[in-house]
Every structure is written in structure tokens, then in C-alpha cells.
């Protein structure tokens, strides 16, 4: 059977010490360029589609986006306790107890998937028809969703491991593996979208076949790497002993996180549905802006990734004063990155939107989307950075609550009564940008109140740590 090293110098980055920009800025290079080429393979997909497919097309994809991003989300969630235990075991250095949160994970992720895989294969039609998806675009959404979701299980076990790898601090290898997918993506899609080299001209379907062969691959190249590299975190045949207490501590940290990221894309969904009441235009241009957004929000989630896994080391081998700064750097790179983004989005937005649209309508509609919400970028992006330091200390069912009260109080109902008051779909627009003010507040807030330090794993036995009272002049507590 296979047996992982205890501990492998050539695996991970201890993230306990040194220093905390230094660790910032290398472990969240590789995630951002990561999450750069992912966003470039995305537009380049998004401009086929809209350039050569047409609106409709665009619109297609627009639907059929939130539905996958619904399903994406739970297990995104759980694989989020997965970074949380991993780096807090690895931070203790908690070698048998890392290993037990890699079986219980991958037995949790895959069977998580092919549940969610089935039943949205079922209910893809229904899901669609809720969402008021217009009926020039329904059968070619439903098709289009149906293949593209023949890609979770394998997207799923990327996730999962890609978490397990970051939480040992080790972010360049998920990235060269992404690499090698995106291009061959980035190759298949116009070969089966117009159906060159002989191949079937399979036209919008084509894309979502071209990412489940990538996916396929990217899964596959992952594991046999990572067993013959002999990794700590490499997917091995379970322990049955390791899939009762661990499995159960997984979920009750990766559940509200599995919650939180599913409510988040069912408001999506919902916010999507009323934007789809105004008619194509308006889900075209929501679409289109909606891709800048991924640009705006990539470094605000890329260092929030970053920072729950630096929180979760350091917390997990007691260095609660490293937290602090942890948090204000994190301010600075993430706010700073995205505060740029936010002045060229407000200032440019007809040219940025004109990458993916030219229907001048389209481009009215989405240039307002991005004067409201674009302004608002830089208050998401401090939301995550601390979020990122609740979460690193196991507190996602916190992080939870904030996001339900964000979406089911703000977002939601926002986007329904303004754009209904207004008569016009750029009241959706102005909800959006209410629930990241609001989401902010909260976040900050209960960051400050120090409520969220006490970490889930227990601490290796070392030197003793200053007492967090101390550094952050509260008394500890548990949310």
C-alpha cells in the first residue's frame, strides 16, 4: 500500500516563519497567475461565443453559468475545511492527523460529486425553467448544461486536491498542472466548436466537451504525479479508521462553507433570474460585465485563499501574533490591487465590455453595470481579507451567516424591489453593490472583536506563544 512521507522538505512552505509579505506575495503569485489564465481562458471562450456564436450564444452561457457555479460551490465548501485542516495540522505539524483529513476528504469530495452530478443531470430542465430562462435560448441552455456537468467529479477531485496542496503551502504545482489543461481547453474549443480536423461541428456544445476532456486530464496528471512524488497530501486508497471522527470534523467546519458558497450562487441564480425578466439584452450585458468582474474579484479571492492559509499555520502552531499582520498586509496588497481595477473599470468601461460585445445596447447597459458596481469593487476585496483570517481559524459557519444576511437580506431582496421600483434592470446593479458594503461592515466588525482566534487543531507542544489577549487586547473566545 502506499505510504506518504511524514514529513518531505521538497513538499510545502512553512508558513510559522519569516516573513509574513514575503510568504504573501510568493504563495499568492502562483494562485493569481493561476487564476489570471483561468480568466483569460474565460474570455477567450466568452469572445468565440460572443464574437462568432452571437448574443444568444452569450446569453446561453450567461444562464447556464450560475447553475454549474451552484453545484461548484459545495464542494468548493468542503474543500475549504480541507485547506482549513490541512494547514492547521500542517502548522502543528500534525503528520498522522493531515494524512486522516486527506482520506476522509477525498472519500467526502467524490461522492459528493457523482450525487450532485446525477441530480443535476435530472433536474437541468426544471432548474432552467425556474430561473426564467427566455425561450429562445432554453433548449440550447439545457444541452449546454447537461454536458458541462459530465465535468464535476473530475473538477471536484482537482479541487480537492488543489486545497490539500495549498494548505501545506505549496501553490506552484496546482498552477503548472492548470497550465498544461488550459491550453489544451484553449486548443479543443474552436477544434469542436466549428468542427475542424474532420471532427463533428458540435457549435456552443463543443466548449463544455473540449473542459471535460481537460478536466479528465488535469485529474488524472495530478494523481499520478503526486504518488510518484510520494507527497503527503497524494489521494491513496482510504483508511476506513481515518473516515469516522475526521469525516465528522471535516463536515461541521466544510457544511457552513458548503452553505455559504451554495447560497451564494443560489442568489446568483435568483439575482440572474430577475436580470433574465428584462429580456436578452439585459442577460447579454450582465453576462459581458459580469467578466470583469472575475478580474476585479480574482486578487480579492486569490489572497483571501492566501490568508486563511497563513491564519490556519499559524494558528495551528499557537503564533497568534503573526495574525495581526497577516491582516493588515493583507489590506494592503488585496485592497491595493483591486482599488486600481476599480478606478480603470470605472474610468473605461465601453472599452473593456467592448472585448466581448459590440450590440451598442448591450454595451449602454453593461457600461452602467460597471459605473455602479465597479465602484464598489474594493470594498469585496477588504470583505475577503477578513473573512480569509475567521476562516483560517475554522469559523466558517461565521463567514456563513454574514454572506446569508448579505444575499438573503441585502442581494436578493435588493435587486427584486429596486429594479421592480425603478422599471429598469440597473436596479439590480445598485443591489449588488449594497450587499458588498454591507458584507464588508459586518466582516470588519466581527474581525475586530477578536471573537474568531481560537483554532480547531491543537497546537504542537514548542515555546510558548504570546498570549492572544495580549497582542490583540481582547479576551479570547470562540465564535
Known sequence: MYKPQSMSPGFGRDLTTGSIPRHMVAFSIPMLVGSFLQTAYSFV????????????????????FPVIFVLAAIGMGLTMATNILVSQNYGAKRMDALRQVVDSSTVLIYSLAIVLTVLGELLAPSILRAMDTPEDIFEPSVSYLR?????????????VIRSMLQ?????????????????????????????????????????AWASLVSQIGLLLALIVWLRR??????????RLSHL???????????????????FISIGIVLVTGIVN???????AAFGAASRIDQIAFMPAMTFGMAISTLAGQNLGAGHHHRVKEIFWWGCLFSGGITLIISVVAVLFPEALLRIFVKDAPVLELGVSYLHIVGACYVFFALLFV??????????????????????WVVRVPGAYWLSRSLGHVRGV??????????????????????????????KAPGPAAPDPAEVFGHETGEA
Not at 473573512?387 to 446569508?404: C, E, K, R, W
Open 45 to 64: 471562450n466568452a469572445i468565440w461565443v460572443g464574437q462568432f456564436l452571437g448574443t444568444a450564444a452569450l446569453a446561453t452561457v450567461t444562464v447556464s
Open 147 to 159: 454536458v458541462f456537468l459530465l465535468t464535476l467529479p473530475f473538477s471536484f477531485g482537482v479541487f
Open 167 to 207: 494548505g501545506v503551502g505549496d501553490s506552484k504545482t496546482p498552477l503548472y498542472f492548470q497550465v498544461g489543461s488550459l491550453l489544451a481547453t484553449t486548443a479543443l474549443d474552436p477544434v469542436l466548436m466549428f468542427g475542424w480536423l474532420g471532427l463533428p461541428k458540435l457549435g456552443l456544445v463543443g466548449t
Open 229 to 238: 512524488k510520494k507527497s503527503p497530501v497524494a489521494p491513496a486508497w482510504p
Open 244 to 262: 469516522g471522527p475526521v469525516t465528522w470534523q471535516t463536515l461541521r467546519i466544510g457544511l457552513p462553507s458548503s452553505v455559504q458558497q451554495s
Open 277 to 283: 425578466g428584462f429580456g436578452e439584452v439585459a442577460t
Open 386 to 407: 477578513s473573512n480569509g483570517i475567521i476562516n483560517g481559524a475554522g469559523h466558517t459557519l461565521t463567514t456563513t451567516v454574514f454572506s446569508l444576511i448579505s444575499l
Open 429 to 458: 446593479w445598485y443591489a449588488l453593490s449594497l450587499s458588498f458594503l454591507v458584507s464588508f461592515f459586518v466582516s470588519m466588525a466581527y474581525y475586530f472583536s477578536g471573537r474568531w482566534r481560537k483554532p480547531i487543531a491543537k
